[in-house]
């Protein structure tokens, strides 16, 4: 949680701005505020920061892949290629959509593979909805070719991956549009918050326009603007915005940081006979927010997650998680919802109780990942490598043994 080790004077002044005029709003009331324009700010900064021709700020990550996703058109009956390994709210926002999510196999990027895209695309899949798990990139050549010789297009959920680039060019500029979220264990935090960016000006109106009612945002009389569409109420605030304003001009420290310790810790655990890591599809490009090991197999994983609790360092093990691993999502493959949903009139796609991902899971079960700190110390962090060495190798040679 890079962004909430940095809080400090900064976020507070950009806050007190907001408090002082009292303009919580970010639209109108154009003399009431003394210039402070927060929302907009932070779009402009996220702009920058990614090289963005637009930015759309939001209420919170979940509510911009809706808002992409309805920008794109994408609705009833619609098919769109997913990963099982992604936070649920990707897979929600496409249920919400009146469309059906298709599981594909991820890999050792871990993300979905251009090769599982292609197995599940069919006459009826409309979009590709990518997530560049875990701050780094897929394998975007791959996958942008089988979009294209498939005809569907390609959105990116980047809710993770704030700082990130493929081959120069930041991720969530690649598809039609691309998201972030500012939740409060992303790379930026506003507290909760989202923006979508894109160089499509057409996409970028009718996001702007469904995330505030279809309010066109033309003339000073919010009551007399015109609605081209109907949309609800995603609008970010402009508390949040003012936070995430601060956060994000911290943002090439954190990366800068964040890839430092990556390459020491890489170079540290490189020496450990058997280990492997994620793949990584542009190493450089990473936004080095978290590191993952890949142990031998599944025994060896637990034993090192168990050894490494011992020696007091946190890490994940998203086989076993509630919220990114399909493998315990059994309230989406009982679509339990509070409401009637497309999904259930239509079914889904795929039958979930059974699919299996062999691949995915090959992947998973082995899949060791731990947050890189900005803020560690050279001594902090070679204390907690010393015990890292320690436990990854008792773990390896316990399974030899
Ligand atoms: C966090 C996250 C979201 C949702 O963001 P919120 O701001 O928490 O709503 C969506 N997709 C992915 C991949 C995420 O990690």
């Known amino acids: 949680m890079p962004g909430t080790e940095l809080f400090g004077d900064e976020e507070r002044k950009e806050v007190m701005d907001v408090l002082n005029t009292g303009v919580l709003f970010r639209y109108n009331h154009d003399d009431a505020r003394k210039g ?13 920061c990614t090289g963005a021709k637009h930015a759309l700020a939001v209420s919170s990550g979940s509510t911009a892949v809706s808002t992409m996703l309805a920008a794109c058109g994408v609705g009833y009956g619609d098919e769109v290629v997913v990963p099982p390994f992604t936070f649920i709210a990707t897979i929600e926002s496409v249920l919400m959509a009146g469309a059906l999510p298709v599981f594909a196999e991820i890999d050792e990027t871990l993300c979905l593979s251009a090769e599982g895209i ?19 990139s897929a394998d975007l050549d791959g996958i942008m070719a089988v979009c294209a010789e498939k005809k569907v297009m390609l ?35 506003c507290g909760e918050g989202g923006v979508i960016i894109t160089n499509d000006s057409a996409l970028i109106k009718t996001a702007e326009y469904f995330s505030d009612h279809g309010h066109n945002h033309e003339g000073n009389n919010r009551g007399m603007e015109a609605h081209p569409i109907m949309g609800s109420n995603f609008r ?30 890489q170079e540290r655990l490189s020496k450990i006979p058997g280990l492997s890591f994620r793949k990584q599809c542009d190493d450089a490009g990473d936004s ?65 109780k059974t699919l299996k991902f062999p691949k995915t899971d090959a992947v998973m079960s082995r899949l060791i990942s731990f947050n890189i700190r900005v803020t560690w110390t050279e001594a902090e962090l070679d204390a907690m490598l010393v015990k890292m060495e320690g436990a990854v190798r008792r773990a390896m040679e316990g399974v030899a043994a």
């Open 36 to 48: 402070h324009w927060k929302s907009k700010d932070f779009e402009a900064e996220i702009a920058k």
């Open 118 to 136: 292609r197995a599940v695309c069919g006459p009826k899949t409309k979009a590709v909805l990518l997530v560049h798990m875990c701050g780094a």
């Open 155 to 189: 959105i990116e959920d980047t809710a993770q991956a704030l700082g990130a680039t493929y081959k120069g060019k930041h991720l969530g500029l690649y598809g039609k549009m691309g998201s972030f979220s500012f939740d409060f264990f992303k790379i930026n935090t």
């Open 236 to 265: 970010m605030g402009e508390i949040n915005a003012a936070i995430g304003l601060a956060q994000a001009r911290k943002l090439p420290y954190i990366i800068s940081q964040q890839r430092k310790h990556k390459s020491i810790i």
């Open 288 to 352: 080095a927010t978290f590191f993952h090991l890949l142990m031998p197999d599944e025994t060896t994983a637990r034993a090192c997650v168990k050894n490494l609790g011992e020696a007091g360092i946190g890490v994940g093990y998203w086989f076993d998680n509630m919220y990114h691993y399909i493998k315990q999502w059994d309230h989406l493959k009982d679509l339990n919802m509070p409401y009637r949903m497309v999904a259930h009139e239509l079914g889904l796609p795929q039958d979930l």
